[in-house]
């Protein structure tokens, strides 16, 4: 099979508001920093576009067709777009590549969720007979997830504040993060309960922006003559939409994929998961079974800052950049999708 | 590098304005146990779930893999959703086929669907924004002008659209499957149903229905295993372009035609008119037919029209190139379904099995969608015979 | 089990989601404009490049930003059109009524609009029409600051020229 890597990344700041920008407007620069950082002048130089956005966020049909505007799509391109987080664009931009379609793929991904309430939007990502009608939202879902584990004694609330103090103290040095600072787990648990037994810490933000990556074979990124990071192993799989079938405090799906992506195969000197709650991070580092030797969501993770629709891709491309950069030799990132968990992607990345 | 692959099942719902009968999981599970049942497969058998549609607010079901999974029997599998916009049936099954050809999985099954009736499509599509004025004309109005252009251009005779709404409608009743049944339509019915969207008459448009359509793609090893004979992928391709920029030719978009230049260079073909026995072509409104005709390289630019009045895209007058045999998406439209059931009823021409909208001896057929301002484009073209 | 019970095929369950509908930087420019009564284009900043009317933020030709404003005219050429029969939900326009592709003088792309005091019949590609403006207390930040195009007493324009006049329309 060719041989795939990751030789570009950008993703902006992430923003509670980006205020007037529109969508166009936020994937723009993003593409423009990762064509320089391969010495490309737009979309036309890649074989492949592809794209993850969901029209809900904005409240408006086709996101993704103002997205090509972008592009400079003149002469036409061979572009796609899945309705999912960029993560799963990359996935089939992988297989593009291993097809021997492409040689090179531009990913990206980009979400304005500020213009509606986001979990209540996200609520009508449920079973439309059933759950859909109540309106469950993400928030509440993910509490009654942390209840099981806490109830079950498999985490405390302790572990959850530790995971969120961690992921401050880790954002101050990441330039793009919303929320970052020194604080302790005592100051946290200090903070009253917002969707018990979650504080309001434990979530992750709402935020507005995009991301953007170039993959390649390998052969082409010593073409470009550009640092690369392999991707040695991915893999993703969905788990049964009935909460009351699963056991919400793993995640099977998780394990099913590091399996076949092979996280057990070598050292995981870095691993950037995307845990939206602060339990669901003990989730994942258990069922990627990660141990005192990973240094996990050094970004600060998506509790720093959260982009829907491309939060995935950008832990691939966090881990990227510490390999890249010499801080990690071997690497794995984490995608989600859907309420708990429901769905997983796992990609293992190592240096040249 | 690409591997082989074939479509080896196909399964389908009956298109119709209303399945109140099945929740939007229950129209699912039908086209995909259709196309299991087709492939003498189960569930168990499949590696991998790649589902499309078109925008969420149809049924207004945000990502609806999600809640779909269990339907789909993807439970522990990969599901990926692809969302092209019209082109969005054609997108999947190429992607689908992807998962195959990159030697990644074995057998995968890939489902699209509609349920237009669960919401209200004209509304979902129309939001009001500013910078443009809130008309609401629908698609109807966003292609009648590019209609008229090509008229103008062409100098094709007013009833071109009309035969060809009459010639998609009696290939539709040769089709159980199809939701339009007019087999007694005649030109008059059509020229004096409703004008909508001048030149576009009611009978001139595709309808709006509830419906679903599955494939399964097997490698190459796996192919030849089931109770048919499998629809080799010859080629597959897609193209974009952005819905305006200065000098775009609306009427004859570029990605279209380069997406075809490929599709036929994949699959060896130099003469589509000749190569190909069949294809199944997007075409929502009748004057897309003369329009992709020459689009797609059929015709000469400006000719279109003549092969459609002669009767060369019909079944019933004896065409050398039949076009949607199956009716088309004027006979049946479920949006994000429409183009995966040209894929298939192009792979359902090749196998042998299109019934009695079957072209005898087809064994080269073409699959078309077409999405967004006409700048999505998707095709494929498949083969009895392992290239 | 009664087997007596109705059979539920239908539930009903509207959805209201609420929405801060924001235009974009490169749009919100052209509203602010529109709010003066004037239709400004924008393009990229280089000599030639094309000039959208409205800006939707990039030149998609290009994917590059539309930094620089140009001011169009209000008179513009239809490129084409069609007679619409059917009416626009909660709308007092009644059918049959013409919409309309339209470039107007000094940009390089059309756009949607109706027009209106005009023969229908004789609506054609090339025709020449000027806006019709709301009265000045009433506009706003937004393109129905314009109520419709009717026809003007110019000459047709050439198909090969539809897209291409300057600003200062047919008078170079």
């Not at chain 2, 004859?252 to 130099?270: H, L």
């Not at chain 2, 199956?326 to 049946?332: A, E, N, R």
Request: aromatic share 6%; net charge negative.
């Amino acid at each position: 099979m060719r041989e795939i890597c990751v030789v570009a990344y950008s993703q902006s700041d992430c923003k509670s508001n980006a205020g007037m920008a529109n969508e166009v407007e936020l994937i723009m620069p993003q593409l423009q920093a990762v064509y320089k950082q391969v010495g490309i002048t737009s979309a036309q130089d890649v074989d492949f576009v592809c794209s993850g956005s969901c029209d809900y966020l904005q409240g408006a049909a086709f996101a993704f067709v103002a997205g090509v505007d972008a592009l400079g799509a003149v002469p036409p391109i061979k572009e796609s777009h899945v309705e999912m987080d960029a993560a799963w664009a990359l996935y089939e931009s992988v297989l593009k590549i291993r097809m021997g379609q492409a040689d090179s793929a531009l990913i990206y991904g980009f979400a304005k969720s500020s213009p509606g309430e986001l979990p209540i939007v996200l609520s009508q990502q449920l079973d439309p007979y059933y759950l859909a009608t109540q309106w469950v939202d993400t928030i509440s879902l993910a509490a009654m997830q942390a209840r099981l584990m806490l109830e079950q004694g498999l985490i405390t609330e302790g572990d959850m504040a530790a995971v969120v103090a961690d992921s401050r103290r880790k954002a101050l040095q990441n330039p793009q993060a919303q929320l970052s600072g020194e604080t302790s787990t005592e100051a946290l648990l200090n903070e009253p309960h917002y969707v018990s037994p979650l504080r309001r810490s434990d979530c992750c933000p709402v935020s507005d922006g995009a991301a953007a990556m170039i993959i390649c074979t390998v052969d082409k990124a010593k073409e470009w003559g550009v640092p690369y990071a392999r991707i040695t192993g991915i893999d993703h799989r969905i788990e049964t939409h009935n909460l009351g079938m699963r056991d919400l405090t793993d995640s099977v799906s998780t394990r099913q994929a590091a399996a076949r992506a092979g996280v057990a195969d070598g050292p995981v000197d870095v691993a950037e998961v995307y845990a939206p709650f602060s339990h669901q991070q003990i989730i994942l580092q258990r069922a990627l079974d990660l141990g005192d030797d990973t240094d996990i969501n050094p970004s600060g993770g998506v509790l720093a800052g959260n982009l829907m629709m491309a939060s995935g891709v950008s832990r691939i491309g966090e881990v990227f950049r510490r390999i890249v950069a010499g801080e990690a030799g071997r690497g794995v990132a984490h995608a989600t999708s859907g309420p708990c968990l429901q769905h997983n992607m796992v990609t293992v990345l190592e240096g040249a | 590098m690409s591997e082989l692959a074939a479509v080896v099942g196909i399964g389908q719902t009956h298109y119709k304005t209303k399945r109140g009968d099945v929740s939007i999981a229950g129209l699912v599970r039908e086209a995909a146990q259709n196309a299991l049942d087709d492939a003498g497969l189960t569930f168990d058998d499949i590696d991998a779930v790649v589902i499309g549609k078109a925008p969420d607010m149809f049924e207004g079901v945000i990502m609806p893999e999600i809640y779909l999974t269990d339907a789909l029997g993807a439970n522990g599998k990969p599901m990926l959703r692809v969302h092209t916009a019209g082109s969005v049936g054609g997108s999947t099954a190429i992607v689908a086929a992807s998962h195959v050809q990159s030697g990644t999985f074995k057998r995968v099954l890939t489902v699209t669907f509609e349920k237009q009736s669960e919401s209200n499509a004209m509304w979902a599509l129309s939001t009001p924004q500013p910078f443009s004025v809130h008309l609401n004309a629908g698609a109807g109005g966003y292609f009648a002008p590019i209609i008229r252009e090509y008229i103008r251009r062409s100098g094709a005779p007013a009833d071109v659209g009309i035969k060809v709404a009459v010639k998609d409608r009696l290939h539709g009743a040769r089709n159980p499957l199809a939701h339009l049944q007019l087999p007694d339509i005649t030109a008059k019915e059509v020229e004096e149903s409703m004008m909508l969207w001048d030149p576009l008459r009611f009978l001139e448009a595709c309808p709006s229905s509830d419906g679903a359509c599955a494939m399964v793609i097997a490698s190459e090893d796996l192919a030849e295993k089931g109770p048919k004979p499998p629809a080799w992928i010859r080629g597959a391709a897609m193209r974009s372009e952005p819905t305006m920029f200065a000098g775009r030719d609306e009427v004859s978009p570029q990605a279209g035609r380069d997406c075809a230049a490929d599709v036929y260079a994949q699959a060896g073909i130099t003469d589509p008119r000749k190569e190909l026995d069949c294809a199944e072509i997007y075409v929502p409104f009748s004057w897309y037919e003369p329009m992709w005709l020459e689009n797609l390289g059929f015709a000469p630019e400006g000719e279109g029209w003549k092969l459609t009045m002669e009767g060369a895209t019909s079944l019933d007058e004896g065409g050398d190139i039949p076009w949607n045999c199956s009716g088309g998406v004027l006979s049946s439209n479920p949006i994000g379904a429409s183009g995966m059931i040209r894929f298939a009823e192009a792979a359902r021409q090749v196998r042998g099995d299109a019934g009695d909208h079957q072209v005898p001896g087809a064994k080269l057929a073409m699959g078309h969608a077409y999405g967004g301002g006409a700048q999505f484009f998707s095709m494929w073209v498949v083969g009895a015979e392992k290239p | 089990m009664s087997d007596e019970q109705d059979v539920i095929t239908d539930i009903e369950t509207p959805i209201y989601l609420k929405y801060n509908f924001t235009a974009g930087l490169a749009p919100s420019r052209f509203l602010t404009q529109l709010k003066n009564g004037k239709l400004t284009g924008q393009r990229r900043a280089e000599p030639d490049a094309p000039v959208y009317v409205p800006p939707r933020g990039s030149c998609p030709a290009s994917g590059m930003p539309t930094d620089e404003e140009v001011e169009v005219s209000d008179k513009a050429t239809v490129q084409s059109f069609t007679i619409v029969h059917i009416p626009i939900p909660n709308n007092p326009i009644q059918p049959p009524f013409v919409v309309a592709n339209l470039v107007a003088d000094g940009a390089n792309i059309s756009f949607i609009h109706l027009m209106s005091e005009c023969v229908n019949e004789e609506v054609r590609i090339g025709q020449r029409v000027q806006a019709v403006w709301k009265p000045e207390e009433e506009w706003d930040y937004a393109m129905d600051n314009i109520r419709y195009f009717k026809p003007i007493d110019e000459p047709d324009v050439a198909v090969d020229m539809i897209g291409k006049l300057p600003v200062t329309g047919l008078e170079e």
